[in-house]
């Protein structure tokens, strides 16, 4: 299943026989740009700029052409992300249910803006712009497992679990 | 005997906990030596009841809600598997909830009732009715019943999408491709996301319809990576649909061939707009194209190409299998059919509300939602994701229907309200829009890229006060630029709730700014 563990999965160390095999076995799809840079963020937890040139060559683009798709997308990381992610929802639905105050808490609380890692590399904070549980906010995906109606003291608890 | 459990495996679900009351009840079942089957169905979209539990009985499905791990135990003690009324957390059969049981649910008929991963559960709630109509037809006869039906693109631009599907039926070409639009990124929405957890074989039926009428053979779904539940089962769903002959090359015996295809988003907002949606589906930067030439005459790969929405798509199997007059008659003026809502933010009740046509803003808010979740005066309504009108109380009396809302100055979109008490700040929601704009503008025209960044300084110097007059009139210029210079919808609709704030909230931009009322403190 491609790129849906990509926020989750613990970066590996970059393999560039990998990704060259990865891009290979992918490159004979319609449009396959977009489910090779899938694959290699859910493999590696980012996509390494080193893989630009061969895919490149292998698709017959420019660098250019590859790096503007890989630039252009939020998904696809360009360095490993902290060991957990969390993804906060900033739109309007959940700023309804006091998701501001929310987003602000995670901020203090980690102490790091949107974003960003913390520097002990325990956790990255991210901005997401709807996950669809609008009926439920304020909501968050924190490794993948979404989380409805999140209160700051909610946060506190689920963070005490990913520390313990 | 084993005693049937559903449980929904909808993501709205899960992120209340339902994982965690199917992982405690199968524990307790073992505890007790209680054959239990359960089932993770989609959910009925009564998001204040989730996770919602519902126990097959002989008199029926009796529903238990909202269910948390710690009350397994005493639900089994009880004689919760046999319907115990007496339990606090019995809602009685589901069907007979008035939330449900006063809406008129054609497309989301099955949602929630059936076995998501089981085709033949799909048949025997009369699903692959409308397709097996749709094999015996003439394409040319399968696009005049989609136009007679009246149905509208459920997208947000409604769109006539017979009048779609008789362009791409005209074209001639080697190849034509049919592409369903699943990047529901509007906030507020959801209800593509539980059709394809809930009932994803609609959405495959819908998109084979859509293949025998135009003559494509080959179909692509582009799903937001957001939504992986959703990616997940419409995998399943693909599969089984393969194996058992309602995909691949002789669709149910027809002699005529239809493929589909998933492909992920990966976190662009502006890949819903469809024409960078064809671009991102190409492996490109999702780069809106110049229009013309319409996607029905050079779409996907430069060839001609059916793109709509997944719940424009979900919509034509009941079409098919009960006629085009069965679905006209719902609905009114030249809105016809039923429109799925989503009831969403600071509202009590909220979730899925499948209506006809005609039904106010007030009536589904008040009747259905029962007011705001914290209790406080409800302030604003914004209505149809982050390009949509903000109302005020004064104008919920507005029917939902496509045209009203545009005299309203607002659009139904793809039907999310999403509601605000009194502590909302619209000159703060009016800056969002602009910066949700600049964080999603792709770029490539003027007014929606360098526009938008503007619209936030000039807000931002509203609010502190700076030459106020002057910068509104400032931004209300800068929303006609936008408007009507813009290349799509993104940068074209931006100005509607900021213009919607200005018009219906003033006073939220004549405020003190903060420094002066820290000075006043």
């Known amino acids: 299943m491609s790129g849906l563990a990509a926020a989750n999965s613990p970066a590996r160390s970059w393999d560039n026989d990998a990704a060259l095999s990865i891009v290979q076995e992918k490159k004979s799809l319609d449009g396959a740009l977009m489910p090779i840079l899938h694959a290699l963020n859910d493999k590696f937890g980012y996509v390494d700029a080193s893989v630009v040139p061969v895919i490149a060559e292998e698709l017959n683009l420019s660098r250019a052409e590859v790096h503007g798709v890989l630039t252009f997308y939020h998904d696809f990381r360009k360095e490993p992300a902290g060991r957990h992610v969390i993804k906060i929802c900033r739109a309007e639905a959940c700023q309804s249910m006091a998701g501001r105050d929310l987003e602000e808490h995670v901020k203090r609380h980690l102490r790091i803006g949107m974003g960003e890692t913390t520097p002990d590399k325990h956790f990255t904070v991210e901005a997401v712009y709807c996950l669809g549980l609008c009926a439920c906010s304020p909501a968050m995906s924190i490794d993948g497992k979404l989380h409805g109606r999140v209160t700051p003291q909610r946060f506190d608890a689920l963070m005490a679990e990913k520390r313990s | ?521």
């Not at chain 2, 059936?114 to 709630?125: G, K, L, R, S």
């Not at chain 2, 050079?298 to 098919?320: D, H, Q, R, Y």
């Open chain 2, 1 to 521: 005997m084993s005693t049937v459990l559903y449980i929904p495996g909808d993501s709205a679900a899960l992120a209340l906990g339902a994982d965690e009351v199917a992982h405690a009840l199968k524990v307790e079942a073992l505890a007790r030596k209680l054959d239990l089957t359960i089932i993770r169905n989609g959910s009925r979209g009564l998001f204040w009841l989730e996770p919602m539990l519902e126990v097959v009985t002989p008199a029926g499905r009796i529903a238990y809600g909202p269910v948390t791990p710690g009350d397994v135990p005493g639900l089994l003690a009880d004689n919760f598997l046999h319907g115990d009324k007496n339990h606090p957390l019995y809602l009685g059969k589901p069907e007979e909830i008035p939330y449900l049981k006063n809406q008129e649910r054609l497309t989301f008929a099955r949602c929630g009732i059936i076995d998501p991963t089981d085709i033949e559960d799909y048949i025997a709630h009369d699903g692959y009715r409308g397709l097996k109509n749709a094999t015996g037809m003439q394409g040319a006869d399968i696009v005049d019943a989609v136009t007679e039906s009246g149905l509208r693109g459920r997208g947000g631009a409604s769109f006539p999408t017979g009048i779609k599907w008789k362009t791409v039926l005209g074209c001639e070409s080697d190849q034509k491709y049919i592409v369903c639009n699943a990047d529901e990124g509007d906030s507020g929405t959801f209800a593509d996301r539980m059709i394809m957890e809930g009932d994803p074989f609609l959405l495959v039926d819908g998109m084979t319809i859509a293949g025998l009428a135009v003559g494509a053979t080959k179909g692509f779904i582009y799903i937001r990576s957001e939504y992986p539940d959703a990616y997940r089962l419409m995998e399943q769903a693909i599969v089984s649909a393969n194996r058992k002959g309602y995909l691949g090359p002789n669709v149910m015996g027809s002699g005529k061939a239809f493929d589909l295809e998933l492909r992920l988003g990966a976190g662009a907002y502006i890949c819903g707009e469809e024409t960078s949606l064809l671009e991102s589906l190409e492996g490109k930067r999702g780069m809106v194209r110049a229009k013309p030439p319409l996607p029905a005459i050079k779409g996907l790969f430069g060839k001609p190409t059916v793109i709509n929405n997944v719940l424009s798509f979900v919509a034509v199997p009941t079409i098919l299998d009960k006629g085009a007059a069965f679905y006209k008659d719902f609905g009114l003026g030249r809105s016809r059919g039923t429109m799925p809502l989503q009831l969403a933010g600071n509202i009590r009740h909220g979730g899925l509300v499948e209506k006809a046509f005609g039904i106010t803003l007030r009536q589904v808010i008040e009747e259905f939602g029962g007011g705001t979740a914290s209790g406080k005066p409800l302030r604003a309504v914004q209505v149809g994701g982050p390009l949509g009108a903000y109302f005020p109380d004064a104008l919920l009396d507005t029917p939902l229907d496509y045209e009203a809302m545009a005299a309203a100055k607002g659009m139904l979109g793809h039907g999310g309200i999403v509601v605000f008490d009194d502590s909302v700040d619209l000159s703060l929601q009016a800056r969002f829009a602009m910066e949700f704009c600049a964080i999603e503008s792709c770029g490539k025209c003027t007014p929606c890229r360098i526009g938008s960044t503007r619209g936030v300084e000039v807000i931002d110097r509203i609010r502190n006060d700076e030459n106020r007059q002057k910068n509104i009139e400032l931004l209300a210029d800068l929303c006609d630029t936008m408007l009507d210079g813009s290349l799509c919808a993104l940068g074209g609709l931006t100005p509607f709730p900021v213009q919607s704030a200005i018009r219906h909230f003033p006073e939220d931009f004549n405020r003190p700014s903060a420094a002066k009322r820290a000075a006043a403190e």
